[in-house]
């Protein structure tokens, strides 16, 4: 086994086993979402759209890894070596070399899907800030709830002692 496969099957293997430990855990939160039988409130609300999010991420990062694996398998980087390297003559630029169809064909494919996997990675960029912003959202709401309710706490203890106070006098 050659550094590049081990790389290879190494990124695959971490990709899957993420997915996989964060798929499992979010099952687990879904499901313990719904054993509860009172209507839900904000903090379920926001860990069932959390786990939502963060399956659509598993899923995402289990076909980033699919999509390896099937370029490993295809030989895409192989092919496209050796179509580099059979078309081109010594100083010659690829952009200045006329190429057949079959050339151009796996050029085509190659480019689309790398362009496929680039899209997957943005996509699961995207995904991870909305989580990021979601939690920053949600924790400063509940941040604000306590502060109200701490207020309104201190509030109530100042007009007990003022009550308290001028009943002594």
Not at 64 to 92: D, H, K, Q, R, V
Not at 134 to 162: D, G, M, N, P
Request: charged fraction near 20%.
């Amino acid at each position: 086994m050659n550094s590049e496969t081990f790389g290879y099957a190494l990124i695959i293997a971490l990709l899957l086993g993420v997915a996989g430990y964060f798929a499992w855990k979010q099952v687990a939160t879904l499901r313990g979402l719904r054993a509860v039988a009172e209507p839900l409130g904000d903090e379920q609300i926001y860990l069932r759209k959390q786990a939502v999010r963060r399956l659509i991420g598993c899923g995402l990062m289990t076909l980033l890894a699919g999509m390896m694996i099937a370029s490993y398998f295809a030989g895409l980087e192989a092919w496209g070596t050796a179509l580099e390297n059979a078309a081109a003559a010594p100083g010659e630029k690829l952009e200045n070399r006329e190429l057949d169809q079959q050339r151009r064909s796996f050029l085509s494919f190659y480019a689309s899907f790398y362009i496929g996997v680039l899209l997957i990675v943005l996509l699961l960029l995207f995904i991870a800030a909305l989580d990021f912003w979601a939690i920053q959202r949600y924790h400063l709401s509940q941040y604000r709830r306590i502060q109200a309710e701490r207020k309104e706490l201190v509030q109530e203890q100042a007009a007990r002692f003022r009550h308290q106070r001028n009943g002594q006098h």
